[in-house]
């Protein structure tokens, strides 16, 4: 290799964890290095009688002396890997590709897997046909779902495939609505709810007349658990568009931070064939969010850096990033309107509030109700006095109460002592 800035970066994380397992008496022989997007790839040998046991209770030593957050001890093999994160400055991207190896329908594009090949993932495999993105905040979840809707409309035709869009922030997947594919698109909570509410009349709809015509329907649902406290009925529906939907090509893409089942429904948690977690900020959390233990999911390096769970085994890979740029040049060549009049179809699926509009309630009143109405959470108010959780009800709420954050301190006066007291 030649000696450039990595190069002696990987030189010397290598010498100081040789002389930490030398120190503790665990022979270990390093031998090729590999450099993915962003770790790399520490092998060696043990010695005779050796565990890989040893080696993984040094994690926390390993890690210090390569002056990073954690490593990942695994084995290949015969052989024990150390994975060690990069430093910013040597991490790469995967960017989106125009074309990739086994493009065909229905078929969505994850990024590039540990060896360098593309990964992919057909829906309308039988064993593969709800996926669920788990992850904190920032490790790339929305992202990937992105990349994914895009690889299937950039190989897919308006008769293989249309796309119904969950998005309850109104930002992460506004670029894709203008797709052609797409049939409906919810930028808020209430209107996801409709969405789901549709989308489970759709799969009713094929089940009563299927003729095996009918195109692949993807439902994108961002923020799942969010929006399962949004109604009481969203943990049902999606249940049975997760039992029913593999049979009558309806999919579910859903993306959440946290994949409980007293927030998600026992049945929805247990019934993702394939998911996917990215960085998760303990190993509770990573057992939660992969459905097993093992995928050491609170070790990655977030960005992208994620673990595909299928079939009781892990990959792990790194998510191809779809740029702005690259979308609107993916718009330009497949053209489409987007979900234009489809947008109708959610009129019916909107529950009318019966409590006030949110220009009606003042500000005193949210302050008065939120003092004396005993309410748990934020989120009981809201729908208590604008009839819906989110959205411009929430706004409101937290400009109400924002006043009421700080309290004056209490002036407590110092004891006078009598006469005789010390």
């Not at 390093?30 to 565990?51: D, I, K, M, S």
Request: with cysteine; hydrophobic share 45%; net charge neutral.
């Amino acid at each position: 290799m030649d000696k450039t800035a990595l190069g002696y970066w990987l030189d010397g994380v290598r010498s100081r964890m040789a002389w930490v397992l030398s120190a503790h008496n665990v022979p270990f022989q390093f031998g090729a290095t590999e450099v993915h997007y962003r770790y790399a790839v520490f092998c060696g040998a043990q010695g005779v009688g050796t565990r890989v046991e040893q080696v993984e209770r040094l994690s926390e030593n390993l890690a210090q002396a390569a002056d990073v957050q954690a490593v990942v001890v695994g084995r290949r093999g015969s052989l024990v890997t150390i994975s060690v994160p990069l430093p910013a400055e040597f991490c790469r991207r995967v960017n989106f590709p125009q074309s990739w190896p086994g493009q065909r329908s229905v078929t969505a594009l994850l990024g590039r897997d540990s060896a360098g090949g593309w990964l992919l993932l057909n829906l309308a495999s039988e064993q593969t046909p709800h996926v669920l993105i788990a992850g904190t905040t920032g490790c790339g979840k929305s992202a990937l779902a992105r990349t994914m809707a895009a690889s299937l409309a950039w190989s897919s035709t308006l008769d293989d495939l249309r796309l119904a869009l969950v998005d309850p922030t109104g930002c992460n997947y506004a670029e894709l609505a203008a797709l052609p594919h797409v049939l409906v698109s919810a930028g808020d909570a209430v209107e996801g709810v409709a969405v789901l509410r549709w989308g489970l009349e759709e799969l009713q709809r094929r089940r009563a007349s299927w003729t095996g015509r009918e195109p692949h329907l993807v439902l994108f649902v961002d923020e799942l658990a969010d929006l399962a406290m949004e109604s009481r009925d969203i943990v049902p529906i999606l249940t049975r568009i997760i039992q029913l939907g593999r049979q009558f090509r309806v999919h579910l893409v859903g993306c959440t931070q946290k994949p409980m089942a007293d927030v998600i429904g026992p049945l929805v948690k247990a019934n993702f064939p394939v998911r996917v977690v990215g960085s998760v900020t303990s190993p509770t959390d990573a057992n939660t969010a992969a459905g097993l233990s093992g995928s050491r999911a609170e070790r990655l390096t977030g960005r992208g850096d994620m673990v595909l769970v299928q079939g009781g085994r892990f990959r792990r890979f790194q998510a191809a990033w779809l740029a702005s740029e690259q979308m609107a040049a993916l718009l330009e060549d497949i053209g489409g309107q987007g979900a234009g009049d489809g947008q109708k179809l959610l009129e019916r699926y909107l529950e009318t509030p019966t409590a006030p509009a949110a220009g009606a309630v003042t500000d005193e009143a949210i302050r008065e109700a939120w003092a004396t109405g005993g309410y748990r959470s934020r989120r009981e108010l809201e729908k208590a006095l604008f009839g819906y959780c989110g959205g411009q009800a929430a706004n409101r709420v937290a400009k109400a109460l924002a006043a009421t954050t700080s309290h004056p301190s209490q002036i407590i006066p110092f004891p006078t002592l009598h006469d005789g007291e010390t």
